[in-house]
């Protein structure tokens, strides 16, 4: 399985960006990254993923690395709303195994008024 | 759309009582899963069904958990006996299929405090 590593925490001020990175060196080629982040006392939310290209949705930005050996998602303009822990996850998967979405530690964001 | 809904909310029970949690996945959602967090740490996989079939329970602790999905529909996990250990926070996820890019959807869990 390909591991992640994440800063435990990070901060950043209101309305400002927030660049929270992940580093996936052993990750292979048909393994995926996806974010997700869990706000207290809720269950996990999915933000967004990718595989090799840059991605974008409503939520959030992921910048992969051309190597793919690590990635950087991006709040555009954080709000307190998105303090939280963010979980970077690389997804096994092939071979009619369970695509089993495997969870760290995280980093908890706290986003500053 | 309705969330993944599970009860009871809170729960909290003495050292070898059993204890039950139930979850009702998205409707239409094939897979179900379920995940212990413990505090300060990120969630860990249980069990995962796909319809009513068992995909994974490798991580169950199968001398005191069970868990099942009768007609592929909602779930139940129990744990008989409790242990101080198994206080956790138990959620249910649901995906619409069993694919490497489907999306979990979670509900927002049963916290167990065993005494």
């Known amino acids: 399985d390909a591991k992640t590593t994440q800063p435990p925490s990070m901060d950043c001020a209101e309305g400002r960006a927030a660049n929270l990175p992940c580093n996936h060196s052993t990750i292979s080629g048909n393994e995926y990254v996806y974010w997700y982040r869990q706000i207290h006392s809720q269950g996990p939310q999915y933000i967004i993923h990718?595989?090799?290209n840059n991605e974008t949705n409503e939520m959030a930005s992921l910048i992969i690395t051309e190597d793919r050996k690590s990635s950087t998602l991006i709040l555009p303009h954080a709000t307190l709303r998105d303090t939280a822990v963010y979980y970077c996850?690389?997804?096994?998967?092939?071979?009619?195994?369970?695509?089993?979405?495997?969870f760290g530690k995280g980093t908890l964001l706290t986003v500053n008024p | 759309e309705a969330g993944v809904a599970q009860s009871p909310r809170y729960k909290i029970i003495e050292k070898r009582q059993s204890v039950a949690f139930w979850c009702n996945p998205i409707s239409g959602h094939a897979t179900l899963y379920w995940y212990q967090q413990i505090l300060g740490q990120g969630p860990k996989l249980l069990i995962q069904?796909?319809?009513?079939?068992?995909?994974?329970d490798s991580q169950l602790p199968k001398d005191r958990f069970s868990a099942e999905r009768l007609k592929g529909v909602d779930s139940t996990l129990k744990i008989q006996p409790a242990k101080l250990e198994d206080s956790a926070v138990y959620l249910c996820?649901?995906?619409?299929?069993?694919?490497?890019?489907?999306?979990?959807?979670f509900g927002s869990g049963t916290q167990l405090s065993v005494l």
């Open positions: 990718g595989l090799k």
């Open positions: 996850i690389v997804r096994v998967g092939g071979g009619g195994s369970n695509y089993k979405l495997t």
């Open positions: 069904f796909q319809n009513n079939g068992v995909v994974d």
């Open positions: 996820a649901s995906s619409l299929s069993f694919t490497l890019e489907e999306k979990l959807f």
